[in-house]
């Protein structure tokens, strides 16, 4: 079963109906940096003209160090 993806103009449109919860976004990398324990990337999908900021941790997700070496452009 595919996952339904949010679009990333939804979540700017209604912060408050997204916020801390778990959602699912495509797009491609803008930007991307990381240190031992966290990293952060900027994910724009085309539906909205600012990217959306993510966090990652290496206590939340099983392989940070694996989406920590994707690179600009990745999708």
Known sequence: MKKQLTDIRA???DKDAY???TVSIGGWIRNIRDS???GFMMVN???YFTP???VFAADKVSNF???AKLNVGAA
């Open 11 to 13: 979540i700017f449109s």
């Open 52 to 54: 959306l900021q993510v």
């Open 65 to 67: 160090a694996e989406i």
């Open 45 to 47: 999908d085309g539906t």
């Open 36 to 38: 031992k324990t966290f």
């Open 19 to 21: 916020g801390g919860k």
